[in-house]
């Protein structure tokens, strides 16, 4: 089931509201019925037993019914019920109205049984109109006669149709005003959870100390958000500690590196060494100087993380920091046949000249190792819409598109087979972005292959 809790909730009470109120209008209608009935009924018998004292005192204390037009019936209100006097043969002897009915209400059989038991019963006739009629029949007290009294059902029918009408009528405008009732305390019932999912949603790695807020009172909501709170608790120490990990083995490791680079140097110092020994000591300097770089790259990553890493802004001109790149990396761009140029007028930024030195020279330094003997690289200064940027242009292989989204990910390496000679950890890129978003700005890239990519660090206005 896709559907959300607060619609499924819904549609649960909605039906057993709708069974709910579907079982009542049947108890309301059919109760209703029977006291309707049972209503005609007691009149019948009242009426039935008014008769039967009309006709015992019709003549003097006997029992008489010869004169059928001057009718005893008469005297009993004829608008009430109709009654009638049946012989035992059923043949009308007496009836209620102005104009004397010969036809009996209920067949000859009916007047037979009812002599026969001399018990009163009820039933249910239809006239030739096909209106309907309850009717009673009971026998004359001390006589072989019948007294049949019968009123019609058409007032009570009528009256169940406005029930009918009303339950028909109250029932779906009760479940119409219930759903929004219901929609309306779902929606209130629920959004404290929908407040926890959207601030739950905003919790990473970068936002720890967060924790969603935990609603008033001790009910399973509140229970799920303490639940929550002490899961990112758990989360947070384990992150942190983590980090700490981190940050204090490259810390460590940075001291016995120095010391291992200096008797690497010290040892490569010797003229006496054989020059297998020389190539042995050199390539082992070469690889505790990509350690030291890693350990310092992880160093920095860690501080960031930690939060404890602060910037020392000041005012500064970034095509003079640019230059101050290019002028230290002249031997390794040298070495590797690029030329290296700086271009664009003095742009003026409040940054900490340290850490972009070391973003710019990761740059940089990608753009000359990356692009291979006979390129250009160039580092652009600019300040488009007041926005001062840096960008580093080369004409090197480029970036596949699909590596593109990945490239500033930790330890991320487009092709490590390409890469190896590079000597590259995949670190350098997430380390620009970090510092270039620590000053409020944002790291864009822009590759083709072949044609060459461009990296631009924008920064705030000042
Ligand atoms: P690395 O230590 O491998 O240089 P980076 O994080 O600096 O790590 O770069 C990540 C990957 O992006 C590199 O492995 C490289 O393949 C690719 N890359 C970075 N800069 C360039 C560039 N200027 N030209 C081509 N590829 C590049």
Same mark, same amino acid.
């Given at each position: 089931?896709?559907?959300?809790?607060?619609?499924?909730?819904?549609?649960?009470?909605?039906?057993?509201?709708?069974?709910?109120?579907?079982?009542?209008?049947?108890?309301?209608? &059919?109760?209703?019925?029977?006291?309707?009935?049972?209503?005609?009924?007691?009149?019948?018998?009242?009426?039935?037993?008014?008769?039967?004292? !009309?006709?015992?005192?019709?003549?003097?204390?006997?029992?008489?019914?010869?004169?059928?037009?001057?009718?005893?019936?008469?005297?009993?209100?004829?608008?009430?019920?109709?009654?009638?006097?049946?012989?035992?043969?059923?043949?009308?002897?007496?009836?209620?109205?102005?104009?004397?009915?010969?036809?009996?209400?209920?067949?000859?059989?009916?007047?037979? *049984?009812?002599? *026969?038991?001399?018990?009163?019963?009820?039933?249910?006739?239809?006239?030739?109109?096909?209106?309907?009629? $309850?009717?009673?029949?009971?026998?004359?007290? *001390?006589?072989?006669?019948?007294?049949?009294?019968?009123?019609?059902?058409?007032?009570?029918?009528?009256?169940?149709?406005?029930?009918?009408?009303?339950?028909?009528?109250?029932?779906?405008?009760?479940?119409?005003?219930?759903?929004?009732?219901?929609?309306?305390?779902?929606?209130? !019932?629920?959004?404290?959870?929908?407040?926890?999912?959207?601030?739950?949603?905003?919790?990473?790695?970068?936002?720890? +100390?967060?924790?969603?807020?935990?609603?008033?009172?001790?009910?399973?909501?509140?229970?799920?958000?303490?639940?929550?709170?002490?899961?990112?608790?758990?989360?947070?120490?384990?992150?942190?500690?983590?980090?700490?990990?981190?940050?204090?083995?490259?810390?460590?490791? *940075?001291?016995?590196?120095?010391?291992?680079?200096?008797?690497?140097?010290?040892?490569?110092?010797?003229?006496?060494?054989?020059?297998?020994?020389?190539?042995?000591?050199?390539?082992?300097?070469?690889?505790?100087?990509?350690?030291?770089?890693?350990?310092?790259?992880?160093?920095?990553?860690? $501080?960031?993380?930690?939060?404890?890493?602060?910037?020392? $802004?000041?005012?500064?001109?970034?095509?003079?920091?640019?230059?101050? &790149?290019?002028?230290?990396?002249?031997?390794?761009?040298?070495?590797?046949?690029?030329?290296?140029?700086?271009?664009?007028?003095?742009?003026?930024?409040?940054?900490?000249?340290?850490?972009?030195?070391?973003?710019?020279?990761?740059?940089?330094?990608?753009?000359?190792?990356?692009?291979?003997?006979?390129?250009?690289?160039?580092?652009?200064?600019?300040?488009?819409?007041?926005?001062?940027?840096?960008?580093? &242009?080369?004409?090197?292989?480029?970036?596949?598109?699909?590596?593109?989204?990945?490239?500033?990910?930790?330890?991320?390496?487009?092709?490590?087979?390409?890469?190896?000679?590079?000597?590259?950890?995949?670190?350098?890129?997430?380390?620009?972005?970090?510092?270039?978003?620590?000053? +409020?700005?944002?790291?864009?890239?822009?590759?083709?292959?072949?044609?060459?990519?461009?990296?631009?660090?924008?920064?705030?206005?000042?």
């Amino acid at each position: 089931m896709t559907l959300p809790l607060k619609t499924r909730l819904m549609l649960l009470y909605l039906t057993t509201f709708a069974l709910i109120i579907c079982a009542w209008s049947v108890f309301v209608v &059919v109760l209703v019925r029977a006291d309707l009935y049972a209503g005609i009924d007691r009149a019948l018998d009242s009426r039935a037993s008014q008769v039967a004292l !009309a006709l015992g005192t019709s003549a003097k204390g006997e029992v008489e019914f010869q004169n059928i037009t001057g009718s005893t019936l008469v005297g009993v209100a004829p608008t009430e019920a109709t009654a009638q006097l049946l012989s035992s043969g059923g043949a009308v002897l007496e009836s209620s109205g102005e104009t004397m009915s010969l036809k009996p209400i209920l067949p000859p059989s009916d007047v037979a *049984q009812a002599l *026969q038991t001399g018990k009163a019963s009820f039933h249910t006739v239809a006239d030739s109109t096909g209106e309907k009629f $309850r009717v009673l029949m009971v026998r004359l007290p *001390q006589t072989d006669r019948v007294i049949v009294v019968g009123m019609t059902t058409e007032n009570a029918a009528a009256s169940l149709q406005r029930v009918i009408f009303m339950m028909l009528l109250s029932g779906p405008l009760a479940l119409l005003l219930a759903s929004v009732a219901g929609w309306m305390l779902s929606r209130r !019932a629920l959004a404290p959870v929908a407040r926890m999912t959207s601030i739950a949603d905003g919790i990473g790695i970068e936002a720890l +100390g967060e924790r969603v807020p935990v609603p008033v009172g001790h009910d399973e909501i509140s229970a799920l958000a303490r639940t929550l709170n002490r899961m990112l608790d758990r989360l947070e120490t384990g992150v942190r500690a983590k980090r700490r990990l981190v940050a204090d083995a490259s810390h460590e490791l *940075q001291t016995p590196l120095a010391v291992m680079r200096t008797e690497f140097d010290v040892s490569l110092s010797s003229p006496t060494l054989p020059p297998e020994a020389v190539e042995v000591l050199e390539s082992a300097r070469e690889e505790a100087d990509r350690m030291a770089r890693i350990v310092r790259n992880l160093l920095t990553l860690a $501080r960031f993380d930690e939060g404890t890493l602060r910037l020392l $802004r000041t005012p500064t001109d970034l095509r003079e920091l640019a230059a101050e &790149v290019v002028e230290s990396l002249s031997v390794l761009a040298q070495e590797s046949s690029v030329s290296v140029t700086v271009s664009g007028d003095p742009v003026e930024a409040s940054v900490d000249p340290e850490y972009l030195r070391v973003a710019l020279v990761n740059l940089v330094e990608n753009a000359v190792k990356y692009s291979g003997a006979g390129s250009t690289v160039t580092v652009e200064t600019a300040a488009a819409d007041g926005e001062p940027s840096l960008s580093v &242009v080369d004409d090197g292989p480029g970036i596949p598109e699909e590596a593109l989204p990945h490239i500033f990910d930790r330890f991320y390496r487009v092709d490590s087979s390409r890469n190896q000679a590079s000597g590259g950890s995949g670190l350098g890129l997430a380390i620009t972005c970090e510092i270039v978003e620590a000053h +409020g700005g944002r790291l864009d890239v822009e590759s083709r292959v072949p044609g060459g990519t461009r990296f631009t660090a924008v920064f705030p206005r000042a």
